[in-house]
């Protein structure tokens, strides 16, 4: 499955996907893992397959023009959408297997996220509040993205990358704030770690850091459980 880690600050939700994909036969190639809605100042993202991607935004697109009538709108049906008919064989494949969806947006009270799982058949809705990390990794990389993101960042997907097979190519980058979506390329997913050492926080970026603050607090708790 893909990388997805979801960033939730007062001023921004942040996305953060990778880009690899692969065919049944093994065949490698890149694909965008996240959909966005302008209008609606909402962006999707999905673990799982590909075609997944679309079903979720077609079908949001068809019943929600903001971000608080598509988090209705996906708990009240979301197994509903699972157990539709779908006439595209790989669609149809695509939501009959296990699916993580990260449902991200302006919502009548700023910033908001929401993760939808379907993960072997039991399904699972929670509030996303400061960071969701997945998948997960060690514990040092965890601590590292908690004291400071900016830095943290690129290292956590890089160690994404070199302990799940499914993650790689490049990071991509879906910032949701009250003016706007700002979708980017940051960087090479095998070069994140040399990408880490010219990157200079955006505004953005820092809010998420004062953010994280109580993240890193809960990390060193661990770090000390763990030693």
């Known amino acids: 499955m893909s990388a997805v880690n979801v960033l ?118 929670e509030r996303i509040t400061g960071c969701l990390i997945s998948p997960m990794v060690g514990l040092e990389s965890q601590t590292a993205f908690a004291r400071d993101v900016m830095a943290g960042m690129p290292q956590l997907m890089a160690d994404q990358a070199a302990t799940h097979v499914a993650v790689g190519g490049w990071m991509q980058v879906t910032e949701i704030g009250e003016n706007g979506i700002h979708a980017y390329t940051h960087g090479n997913v095998d070069e994140l770690s040399e990408v880490a050492s010219r990157m200079q926080p955006s505004e953005e970026l820092e809010q998420i850091a004062a953010v994280e603050a109580a993240n890193a607090e809960r990390a060193e708790a661990l770090a000390a459980q763990a030693a």
Not at 97 to 110: E, I, K, Q, S, T
Request: neutral net charge; proline residues 3%.
């Open 8 to 125: 939730v600050s007062p001023q921004r939700v942040v996305i953060l996907t990778d880009t690899k994909a692969m065919t049944e036969d093994g065949v490698q190639f890149h694909a965008k893992k996240t959909a966005t809605f302008p209008w609606a100042r909402m962006a999707i993202a999905v673990r799982g397959y590909i075609a997944a991607l679309r079903v979720f935004e077609r079908i949001i697109s068809q019943n929600a023009n903001n971000y608080d009538r598509a988090v209705q709108f996906l708990v009240e049906h979301f197994d509903e959408v699972l157990a539709a008919e779908y006439s595209d064989p790989a669609e149809a494949f695509a939501m009959s297997r296990d699916l993580d969806l990260y449902l991200c947006g302006w919502g009548m009270n700023g910033p908001a996220a929401v993760w939808i799982s379907n993960y072997q058949g039991s399904r699972k809705v």
